[in-house]
C-alpha cells in the first residue's frame, strides 16, 4: 500500500512555524484578497484563506465587488494598493466574470505584491529558468509536500497531466527545474495512458477523474491536484484513490494533499514577499 503524501499534517507543522514567525515581527504582514461576484467556491476560498492568515497573525482584507463592477474599478484599486506601504500582498481571486479581462487585471499587479506568482515578470522568471519574486501556490505546495517525504525529482519522468496557467504550466517548469523529464498532457493528449504507465511522477491537475490504478507503474509517485463534486456532492481528485493506492509507493489524497499545500503556500508566499519588503528590494 502507498504512503499517504499527509498535506494537512505538513500545513499545520508549517503554518505553526510562520505563526512563531509572525509573533516576533513588529509590524505584521497584509494580504489583500480581491473577489468579484459571487460565486459560491470561489467564496469559500477565500474564507478559508483570511480564515488561516488571521490565524498566524496575518492581517487580511478581502474586497469583495458585485459582478457589475467595471474593470477600471479594479485596476484602480490595484494601483491603490501597489502604492500602499503597509499592503504586503495582492490577490485576485480567480476565476473573474467574462466581461473582465484576468490577463489586464493580473498584468497590474506590482510583481513586488505577486503572493501568486502570476505577473509576467515572476512568470517570465520561472520559464526563464531564473528566481521568481515568489513562486505559484499550488506547484510550490507540490513540491514542499514531496520534499517532505524526501522524493527525489532528479532524472525522474515526470508526467503532468494539465497545462493551465496556475497549475500545469508553471509545475512542469518547476519541475524541469528541478531536472526531472517532464511530459505535459492536456485534453488533446493520445494515448494518455501509455504515458502515463511510463511516469515515475504523475501529477494531475485535470477536474475530472481519469486516472485508474492499472494505468499506473508500479511504484510511482501520484500527486492529485484535481477537485471536484462527484454526482453525490462528494469532494473527488483526477485518481482513483483505492486502485491507485494498491500500485503507487506514495500518493496524496483528496480532500487533504494539495488543497491544504496550496494555502500553505499562500501564507509562505505572503511572509515572503513581507520579508522582502522589508530589505527593500
Ligand atoms: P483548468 O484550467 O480547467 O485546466 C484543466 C486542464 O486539464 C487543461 O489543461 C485541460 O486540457 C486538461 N484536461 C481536461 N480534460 C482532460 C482529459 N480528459 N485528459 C487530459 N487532460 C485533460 O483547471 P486548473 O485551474 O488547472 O485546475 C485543475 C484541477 O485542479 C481542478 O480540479 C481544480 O479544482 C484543481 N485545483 C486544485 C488546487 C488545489 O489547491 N488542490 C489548486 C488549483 C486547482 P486543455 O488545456 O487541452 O483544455
Do not use: W
Not at 508549517?14 to 459571487?38: A, H, N, S
Not at 528541478?178 to 515515475?200: E, G, M, Q, W
Not at 491544504?260 to 519588503?277: D, G, W
Amino acid at each position: 500500500m502507498a504512503i499517504i503524501l499527509d498535506g494537512k499534517k505538513l500545513r499545520d507543522k508549517i503554518l505553526e512555524e510562520l505563526r512563531i514567525q509572525i509573533d516576533k515581527f513588529e509590524k505584521k504582514p497584509t494580504l489583500v484578497v480581491i473577489l468579484v461576484g459571487d460565486n459560491p467556491a470561489s467564496k469559500i476560498y477565500v474564507n478559508n484563506k483570511k480564515k488561516i492568515a488571521e490565524k498566524i497573525g496575518i492581517n487580511s482584507t478581502v474586497i469583495n465587488y458585485s459582478s457589475n463592477v467595471t474593470e477600471q474599478e479594479i485596476l484602480s484599486k490595484i494601483e491603490e494598493l501597489n502604492n500602499d506601504k503597509n499592503i504586503t500582498a495582492i490577490l485576485v481571486q480567480l476565476p473573474l466574470p467574462d466581461n473582465i479581462s484576468k490577463e489586464k487585471i493580473i498584468n497590474a499587479i506590482s510583481p513586488s505584491k505577486d503572493v501568486d506568482g502570476f505577473t509576467p515578470y515572476n512568470f517570465g522568471k520561472l520559464f526563464s529558468g531564473e528566481k521568481p519574486i515568489v513562486y505559484p501556490c499550488t506547484p510550490k505546495g507540490v513540491l514542499l509536500l514531496l520534499d517532505e517525504y524526501e522524493i527525489n525529482l532528479e532524472g525522474k519522468h515526470a508526467v503532468v497531466i494539465g497545462r493551465s496557467n496556475i497549475v500545469g504550466r508553471p509545475m512542469a517548469q518547476m519541475l524541469l527545474n528541478r531536472n526531472a523529464t517532464v511530459t505535459i498532457c492536456h485534453s488533446k493528449t493520445k494515448n494518455l495512458s501509455d504515458i502515463i504507465k511510463t511516469a515515475d511522477v504523475v501529477i494531475s491537475a485535470v477536474g475530472k477523474n481519469i486516472i485508474k490504478g492499472e494505468m499506473l507503474k508500479s511504484d510511482c509517485v501520484v500527486v492529485d491536484v484535481g477537485i471536484f463534486k462527484d454526482n453525490n456532492g462528494k469532494t473527488r481528485g483526477d485518481v482513483d484513490f483505492e486502485s491507485a493506492s494498491k500500485i503507487a509507493s506514495y500518493i496524496s489524497p483528496v480532500p487533504g494533499g494539495i488543497g491544504p499545500m496550496t494555502i500553505t503556500s499562500l501564507m509562505l508566499n505572503t511572509v515572503e514577499l513581507f520579508a522582502k519588503h522589508s530589505e527593500k528590494f
